[in-house]
């Protein structure tokens, strides 16, 4: 790590621990954004030489608004490094689950950053505030030491360790292939004892799991307190069941009230992620029961979140659906402002995920990027 | 206040059929602030009496004289083409909003489909594909000791694609020409085209009025469609991959199947073209190529394949071609892109432009700031699909003959390739380009507008119709 970034990332991470929940004011936003975008700025030539080209220099941002943005599939093009690449720790690579094109990287400069941003938020949303180290993990993805490139194996590892108290494991062989005998005791295991759990996975992997357990008819009543986290259910093209249905089935198979079901919202572009907590909200108390439709993701105080026309890119007031623009400060080492293809609203107390942005009836005769990296006829 | 624009025009199930006009219910789709489409929920039993009226009027439409379709068809092209006419006003005004077209652009469009649908023009496409059209009306002796006669189907169902307006209108009249009659569902896109000319065509044509029938509803959710699928002679599908295969797996083995699935176009300059002299006016003809439908056509280029070498090298003539792009955004303005769209087009234009900014790069990014075209420059030979909506990629290649290669990828995509400054090199890239996968090669001028007799992905015009009748003499 260079000195600048080093004490860059030290700062945000000390910022980040300390903060106790409560939203950061928009000069104490501002204030670091800027710093972050003046680092990113002296030490990222490439993201430098793009801003430049837009006639923006650290000189000419009077508020983190004004900072420009890299589309989120620019991690699939160049290698997006603030500070010195030889230092980075770990590359991140998305899982590619939308076309057969070349795989997003996310080079991370350091990694206590990246846990200094998702343990605070996982614990306000999914552990409690000031608990003790509690719920196992039983997580429906790969091991982090099987999938060192993933993200969410990453962020589910750290979580074990830090949150759990080491206690869990992971239930998903590196091919995909859920380990249901495994999952199963160690579900029953907890039952017995009495013990809550977290279980954390992606939304395909808890499909297939459900689909397991109807063929069996089989199901569990987990200890009160547990809690189901399920991810990446906004991304790909086809989501096998609609939410509702989704929640009701994990409930039902798990004994898990939907109140305890949470959305994460997240992306190997982003170091951040978002929570539509009902479990726990940013402040760590229980939060009373809401519809599915009234959940808002809810950023950490380090990131801000706009939704922009998707036409001219101008931002949106609260209520219109827009693109959504992330501007997360734990992506310091990288590049802090993503504009995603993701449509969302903004509400006062976050914002809600509509969906990958997509046209209301497939398009025929010419055609569309995906539908080529699905497959080529011979 | 929106208007509504009812997209489905039936049957006037006249007196001679003997089913009643069906009890309808309908939806209503908000297209735009200012329009709606409304169209019809099809229940088992209307849909069975519609397709069985249709099937009535294919009978009769069997004994109209060919001659006599064309002269009908033509009258309809002929207001189209009559800027007095309010026919030819309720289109280009429904298009804009159906289609999310400039007003210039849905004219253009509307002025070059119609150009097609001529009687002129429909007797000169017979006549190519027919040593004498007069088979499809009766036995004709063509040859020594046989006659022969074509027959189309009683009833073809057409699933159009909505991407470009006015495609579905020319399969229709295709089928009408081969005397069947015809059930379009048009694609979201492209619904007011064959409402109004079905409209038209029956008040020119009152023996035409109940062979057509156009009825929008989205795609899979039918009752009339699985029902059409069953009855129709014959299918002929538009549409993406998977549409495509959804309606191939429920159509009976039986019925003749005629799809056109997604398709892409690419162009290529050679050093001949690549003169100071020419160099800018094959900019402009490129860029009308790729600005053309908002670049959502099957014939428009994704990529253009630029020689090295030339007076003109491939990074002046992006410049000549951006130029070119922002001219034609004056005179053909884009159109209103989907949410989707538009991402599409950010995304693809933000990671230009980072590949642009990194060190060493030779990517050079031409973009608008108030509309969408985009010209990206790339330095390293290859294809990438555009994103549709006026973004072009450049590829500089050392040799226009090795193009050929790099489009082996996409073979089974491939339609058209517009070639300028080949030279004498023209034969053997043609065949070179046949063996990738190309059905045709074209100039930038002509590469939006193939003629009506064009082998369409490859196939004659009719073949996929036609059932054609040997009469052998006998002792």
Redesign the interface.
């Known amino acids: 790590m260079s000195d600048a970034f080093a004490s860059l990332a030290h700062a945000l991470g000390t910022a980040f621990q300390e903060n106790s929940g409560e939203p950061w004011p928009d000069d104490v936003f501002d204030r670091w954004a800027r710093r972050v975008f003046a680092h990113q700025f002296e030490t990222n030539?490439?993201?430098?030489?793009?801003v430049r080209?837009r006639g923006v220099t650290p000189s000419t941002v009077a508020h983190w608004s004004e900072i420009p943005?890299?589309?989120?599939?620019?991690f699939?093009?160049?290698p997006?490094v603030s500070g010195d690449s030889s230092q980075v720790q770990r590359v991140f690579r998305t899982s590619g689950t939308t076309g057969a094109g070349r795989r997003g990287e996310h080079h991370v400069l350091d990694l206590d950053l990246y846990k200094h941003s998702l343990i605070p938020n996982m614990r306000r949303h999914l552990y409690g505030e000031g608990e003790a180290p509690s719920r196992p993990i039983l997580a429906l993805t790969p091991a982090p030491s099987r999938v060192p490139e993933s993200s969410l194996s990453f962020m589910l590892g750290t979580a074990l360790d830090v949150l759990s108290g080491g206690e869990g494991g992971f239930f998903v062989t590196e091919d995909g292939v859920i380990d249901t005998v495994g999952l199963s005791e160690a579900l029953l295991e907890a039952t017995a004892h009495g013990t809550p759990i977290l279980l954390a996975g992606t939304a395909f992997a808890f499909v297939h799991w459900l689909e397991w357990l109807q063929e069996r008819n089989a199901g569990f009543d987990l200890p009160p307190g547990s809690v189901i986290m399920e991810t990446g259910g906004f991304k790909g093209r086809s989501r096998v069941l609609e939410r509702p249905e989704f929640y009701a089935s994990l409930s039902e198979s798990h004994g898990v009230p939907v109140e305890g079901i949470v959305n994460e919202y997240g992306m190997t572009e982003l170091l951040s992620q978002f929570y539509d907590g009902t479990v726990y909200d940013g402040r760590g108390a229980a939060t009373p029961e809401v519809t599915l439709e009234a959940r808002r993701h809810v950023p950490p105080p380090w990131v801000r979140t706009r939704v922009l026309d998707?036409?001219t890119?101008s931002a949106l007031p609260d209520g219109e659906?827009?693109?959504l623009c992330h501007y997360d400060l734990a992506n310091a080492g990288s590049v802090m402002a993503v504009?995603t293809?993701d449509?969302g609203v903004a509400f006062d107390d976050g914002f809600r995920v509509l969906g990958?942005?997509?046209?209301?009836?497939?398009?025929?005769?010419?055609?569309?990027?995906d539908?080529?990296?699905s497959g080529?006829?011979? | 206040m929106r208007t509504t624009f009812d997209a489905c025009r039936l049957p006037s199930f006249s007196s001679e059929s003997p089913t009643a006009p069906p009890t309808l219910v309908w939806e209503t789709i908000d297209v735009s602030e200012s329009v709606a489409i409304r169209y019809p929920v099809w229940a088992d039993g209307a849909a069975g009496r519609l397709l069985e009226a249709l099937r009535g009027a294919g009978a009769r439409l069997a004994e109209v004289p060919v001659r006599d379709l064309v002269k009908w068809v033509g009258r309809v092209a002929d207001r189209f083409l009559d800027s007095g006419d309010p026919i030819r006003h309720k289109a280009v005004d429904l298009m804009v909003p159906t289609a999310g077209l400039s007003k210039e652009m849905a004219t253009e469009i509307l002025i070059g489909m119609a150009r097609d649908w001529t009687a002129e023009r429909l007797t000169e496409l017979l006549r190519r594909e027919f040593q004498d059209p007069a088979v499809l009306d009766g036995f004709c002796r063509l040859d020594e000791g046989r006659s022969v006669r074509a027959r189309g189907p009683l009833l073809t169902f057409h699933v159009?694609?909505?991407?470009?307006p006015g495609?579905s209108v020319t399969s229709m009249i295709r089928a009408l020409l081969v005397k069947s009659a015809v059930l379009l569902k048009p694609?979201?896109?492209d619904v007011v085209l064959p409402v109004l000319f079905a409209e038209a065509l029956a008040e020119e044509a009152p023996e035409l009025s109940d062979a057509i029938s156009v009825t929008y509803w989205?795609?899979g959710s039918s009752a009339l469609e699985d029902l059409a699928l069953q009855t129709a002679d014959a299918v002929v599908a538009?549409?993406?991959?998977?549409?495509?295969g959804s309606l191939r797996t429920r159509t009976p083995v039986t019925t003749r199947f005629i799809a056109?699935?997604?398709?892409?176009s690419v162009g290529l300059v050679g050093r001949e073209a690549l003169t100071s002299e020419v160099a800018p006016h094959v900019a402009r003809t490129a860029a009308r190529a790729v600005s053309m439908?908002d670049?959502?056509?099957?014939v428009?280029p994704?990529v253009i394949y630029v020689e090295e070498g030339g007076a003109v090298d491939p990074g002046e003539w992006a410049a000549l071609l951006a130029s070119a792009m922002a001219d034609l955004e004056a005179e053909l303005p884009g159109g209103?892109?989907?949410?989707?769209?538009?991402?599409?087009v950010?995304?693809?234009?933000?990671?230009?432009?980072?590949?642009?900014?990194?060190?060493g790069s030779r990517v050079r990014v031409f973009r608008a700031n108030q509309s969408f075209w985009t010209v990206i420059l790339e330095d390293e030979m290859g294809f990438t699909?555009?994103?549709?909506n006026r973004v072009v990629s450049l590829f500089p290649t050392p040799d226009l003959c090795r193009v050929a290669d790099a489009l082996k990828?996409?073979?089974?995509?491939l339609q058209t390739v517009a070639v300028e400054g080949a030279g004498d090199r023209l034969p053997m890239l043609a065949e070179a380009l046949c063996r990738a996968g190309a059905t045709r090669v074209t100039s930038f001028e002509n590469a939006p507008w193939p003629p009506p007799w064009w082998h369409h992905d490859g196939a004659s015009v009719f073949a996929g119709l036609l059932r054609w009748i040997d009469l052998e003499e006998t002792g």
């Open positions: 030539a490439v993201y430098a030489a793009y080209k943005w890299v589309p989120a599939s620019a699939k093009a160049v997006l998707p036409t890119l659906p827009g693109l504009l293809e449509l990958r942005a997509q046209g209301a009836e497939p398009r025929g005769c010419s055609l569309a990027m539908d080529l990296l080529v006829p011979s | 159009g694609a909505g991407t470009v495609v694609g979201l896109g989205p795609g538009y549409g993406g991959n998977e549409a495509i056109y699935h997604h398709r892409l439908f670049q959502r056509g099957c428009s994704h209103t892109l989907t949410a989707a769209d538009a991402s599409a950010h995304q693809m234009r933000g990671s230009a432009e980072l590949r642009e900014a990194s060190s699909p555009s994103c549709l990828e996409v073979g089974g995509y």
